[in-house]
């Protein structure tokens, strides 16, 4: 596990770097917002969050973080992405990883952060303006929480769906993709609506706890923080003028 050691350690100036150039669009493109920081363990902890069409919504979590805890946060990914040519050296310097159990047990033993969406591709794609979670049968996530004894923090971004759009409802794209394995879904949009990404509060570790329960509790309450903070179904003009709003209150 040496990436977690120099090999990070050497790429944290370039990540400073980079989370450093991202305020001015952070703060002025989407007006982005994060609520709920403080749910943000002084120690380990596994994210998990609804994923959008991208991940725009978790790359600006990371630089706020970064800003206001000077934390890092390791986020796993598709093993298509690794395959992107040139994205090497982004994917180490933001801390991406493949995900194997044992890659992320090890990482949150070592006291890192580290994000999932358990639904993955599949809910970046096919999910829509309705803000349905599709994770399927996936559990290994709560076995990692549970077997590094972390808690579990909700987290979900208002208006995600809103900022880029997929054509996911086209029968022949979601043939497409579980035959290829492949994002071959087009997408659109890039609309600067207001996102604002909301933390829940932690579920914290119980030995006695079963994956399926583990699993249901994170599910639920990422539901809960749909429920609470997206209007559904989601609208891309309301979404746009949510950003001549007055700021919202931290929760």
């Not at 995900?99 to 994000?115: F, I, P, R």
């Not at 929480?145 to 972390?150: S, Y």
């Not at 579920?203 to 706890?209: F, L, Q, S, W």
Request: proline share 7%; charged share 20%.
């Amino acid at each position: 596990m040496q990436e977690y050691g120099m090999k990070r350690f050497s790429l944290r100036p370039s990540f400073t770097v980079v989370t450093s150039a991202l305020p001015c669009p952070v703060c002025c493109f989407p007006g982005y917002e994060l609520h709920g920081i403080e749910n943000i363990p002084e120690g380990p902890g596994l994210v998990v969050f609804y994923h959008g069409a991208t991940p725009v919504d978790y790359i600006y979590f990371m630089a706020k973080l970064h800003i206001l805890r000077k934390r890092t946060c390791h986020v796993v990914a598709d093993h298509f992405v690794f395959k992107l040519p040139g994205f090497k050296l982004l994917l180490d310097v933001v801390g991406v990883m493949h995900g194997s159990k044992e890659e992320c047990v090890n990482a949150l033993k070592k006291g890192h952060l580290v994000a999932i969406s358990p639904g993955g591709v599949r809910e970046a794609l096919f999910s829509d303006e309705t803000y349905v979670v599709m994770w399927g049968n996936r559990k290994g996530f709560a076995q990692v929480a549970i077997d590094a004894k972390v808690p579990i923090i909700p987290m979900f971004t208002q208006n995600v769906r809103e900022g880029i759009r997929t054509l996911g409802g086209i029968k022949i794209f979601r043939s497409l993709y579980e035959h290829l394995r492949l994002p071959v879904v087009p997408m659109y949009g890039g609309f600067p609506v207001k996102l604002r990404t909301f933390l829940g509060e932690p579920i914290p570790y119980e030995p006695n706890v079963t994956t399926e329960e583990l699993t249901a509790k994170a599910k639920a309450a990422v539901q809960s923080l749909i429920d609470k903070h997206q209007k559904i179904p989601g609208n891309v003009f309301r979404a746009l003028m949510e950003r001549f709003q007055t700021r919202q209150k931290e929760d």
